[in-house]
């Protein structure tokens, strides 16, 4: 790859995409009406929203529970989800094409208030454009189809390559000397999503911009037929396939959150963040006997949590004494407390009660006082 010079350029396109509509056909009238000669080693960057307008991925939905119900059935895996506003809830999910998107990528900006799905293979689709763009204009070129996502650790969005065709869009550097010679052991470059980046900054679909030209970086086509999903590191890879606070929860075995998940702009008090962290603790089925002896009250406002024998009968869940299964469960339900506090950044100091009996001194309550962990 010895090309230095880039040159991204977005023609207008002035027909209406709508489903049914031969997008190949439109692209290419307008890359002819706007005197595009394409050259060998052309790259074009198509948004994902007009193939999937030409395909008729539009849904209607008409609450935010049919939207959410949408993103749920367009994912495979749930990494992350906040609440915000009035209860809207937004995840983080892994979608069928394998990227990582909040809501799936769907997206409802000038739809007319449909919801717009991902097209429902994006590499075929590349390819299926591709072929006609290539035919018509008689040139071997690169096809992208783009799609904005955020980032992890990065505040803004940019584009990703959803589909590709034309190109592998990855460049394995590993194996090559850097400038000093030394040969480089782990870097891959993902030159597919720096494209459509690139193609990002002029592009636009709600401008009547669909798609852009990128000249300069034919020398990365090559026979690659893995597509865009090569880009997308697969589920047992993924060091971050849970957020921090579902990661908790699903060690605590709880896959899916009871009520209200935790506010995205850590505007929750204390108050709702313990009580959480308690809807947590008593979730799911129990692996220790004697939690129901236990019940667990909370005060001042949330800076407190008391635990105390519950007003119940002791009965054995284990078969073992209920005394002894009880103290077994106040030990369990103490370090699932911590750990669910912890989620909420929250931290406790535990005080015991003990008192005399028969088998010697045994806890009569326990006493967390909370505090917030400051970063």
Known sequence: ?????????????????????????????????????????????????VVSKADGRLRTVDDRA???????????????????????????????????????????????????????????????????VEASFSVRIGLIISDTSSRPWRIGVSDIALGLSGFSGLDDQRGRPDDDGRVQSVTVRAIADEIASAADIVKGSSRGLPMALVRGAGGYLDNGGDGAKALSRE??????????????????????????????????DILEKVSRAIRVVRAGQSRTPGHAAWRMRIEGSGSRITMSPSDSPATAQSGGPPLLEAMVGLGSLVERLHTALFAEDLSATTNYQWVDGELGAFPRGVTLDITLIVP
């Open 1 to 49: 790859m010895n090309d230095r010079l880039l040159t991204v350029y977005a023609p207008p396109v002035d027909e209406d995409i709508e489903p049914g509509s031969d997008l190949a056909a439109i692209l290419i009238n307008s890359l002819r009406r706007n005197r595009i000669d394409l050259k060998d080693g052309d790259i074009l960057v198509i948004a994902s929203k």
């Open 66 to 132: 049919e939207f959410e119900e949408l993103v749920a059935n367009s994912s495979t895996h749930l990494v992350a989800e906040r609440t915000y506003g009035s209860g809207t809830t937004v995840q983080i999910v892994r979608t069928q094409a394998g990227t990582v998107q909040a809501a799936a990528g769907l997206d409802q900006s000038n739809s007319g208030g449909a919801v717009v799905l991902h097209p429902h293979d994006c590499d075929h689709s590349a390819a299926v454009l591709r072929q006609r």
């Open 235 to 268: 589920l047992g890879e993924d060091w971050f396939r849970y957020g921090h606070v579902e990661a908790i929860h699903r060690g605590l075995g709880v896959p899916e959150l009871p009520g209200r998940a935790a506010a995205g702009d850590n505007g929750d």
